[in-house]
C-alpha cells in the first residue's frame, strides 16, 4: 500500500514540476476535443490485434485538426510484457486554427512498441515503449503534392497507473481512476530545435459496462508541445472521450 502510494505521488509531483516549469515559456492555449473508439480482437491467449480510429478538432472556432486510423498487432509473452508492431495513418490540419482553407495532409506512421503491465495491490501500473517513423505526404504551398518523404524518428514513452474507484452508487458498474504521463522524444537529421517534441498528462475514469467486452471511457488531457522552431509551444486543454470493446474469438470457438 504504501509503494503505492510513493508511485502516484511521484508521478502526481513531476507533473507538477513539469507544468510549472512550462508557465514560463512562450506558449499558445488551445483548446479541443477528441473522440476515439478502440477494438481489440483477440485471437488467443497470445495474440490481439488492436484497431482504432479517432476525430480530433478545435474549439472556437471549431476546426477539424487531426484523424487518425491505426492497427497493430501484439504478442503476449508469459512474464507479463506484450510486443506490438503495426501503423497509423494521420491525417493532420493547421497547428493553429484559422479562417479559409485547412489543408489536411496525409502521414504514415510505422510503430513498434512493448508494454509492461503489473499489478500491486488495487493498483495497476503500466509502462509502454513506442518507436515510430514519420513519413509526410508532399505538399507544394498550399497543396498537396505527389509522394511521400520521411520525417524524423520519435520515441514514446508511457506510465499509467489505474486504481478501482467504489461507490455505493456503482457497486454493479466497475469504475476505474487513470493517471499517465507520456513523453515524446524527436531524433533523426531533420531535427535542430525541438529533440523534445511534446509530453502529455492524463486523468480519466473508466466504466466497464460490459466487463472485458465494452467500456466507455472520459478524461482531460494536457497536451505540452514544442514548435519546431524551438522557442514557442502549445499548450492544449482537451475534452477526450473514448469507447472499447473486446471481441475475444477464442472463448467464441470453445462454445
Not at 12 to 19: G, T
Not at 136 to 150: I, K, P, Q, R, V
Request: charged residues 15%; glycine residues 8%; positive net charge.
Amino acid at each position: 500500500m504504501i509503494r503505492q502510494v510513493i508511485l502516484v505521488a511521484i508521478l502526481a509531483l513531476c507533473m507538477l514540476a513539469f507544468n510549472s516549469t512550462n508557465a514560463q515559456k512562450s506558449v499558445l492555449q488551445q483548446q479541443q476535443l477528441w473522440y476515439a473508439c478502440y477494438n481489440t480482437l483477440v485471437f488467443n491467449k497470445q495474440w490481439q490485434l488492436l484497431t482504432d480510429v479517432q476525430e480530433r478538432h478545435f474549439i472556437n472556432p471549431t476546426q477539424q485538426h487531426q484523424f487518425l486510423m491505426r492497427t497493430h498487432l501484439h504478442y503476449r509473452t508469459p512474464n507479463g510484457w506484450s510486443i506490438g508492431a503495426g501503423g497509423s495513418l494521420f491525417i493532420v490540419g493547421n497547428a493553429i486554427p484559422r479562417n479559409g482553407k485547412n489543408l489536411m495532409v496525409p502521414e504514415l506512421r510505422p510503430h513498434i512498441e512493448f508494454n509492461h503491465k503489473t499489478q500491486s495491490g488495487l493498483l495497476g501500473i503500466s509502462h509502454r515503449y513506442r518507436f515510430e517513423a514519420r513519413f509526410f505526404h508532399n505538399t507544394t504551398g498550399s497543396e498537396l503534392a505527389e509522394g511521400y518523404t520521411f520525417g524524423n524518428f520519435r520515441a514514446r514513452y508511457r506510465l499509467g497507473v489505474e486504481w478501482p474507484v467504489k461507490f455505493a452508487s456503482n457497486t454493479g458498474l466497475p469504475l476505474k481512476l487513470k493517471l499517465a504521463d507520456e513523453v515524446h522524444l524527436n531524433f533523426g537529421g531533420n531535427i535542430t530545435y525541438n529533440t523534445f517534441d511534446q509530453n502529455r498528462i492524463y486523468l480519466g475514469l473508466a466504466c466497464d459496462f460490459l466487463p472485458d467486452v465494452l467500456t466507455l471511457e472520459t478524461g482531460y488531457l494536457n497536451w505540452f508541445q514544442q514548435r519546431a522552431a524551438g522557442n514557442t509551444y502549445f499548450m492544449r486543454h482537451i475534452f477526450y472521450v473514448s469507447v472499447q470493446q473486446k471481441i475475444d474469438l477464442s472463448a467464441q470457438k470453445k462454445l
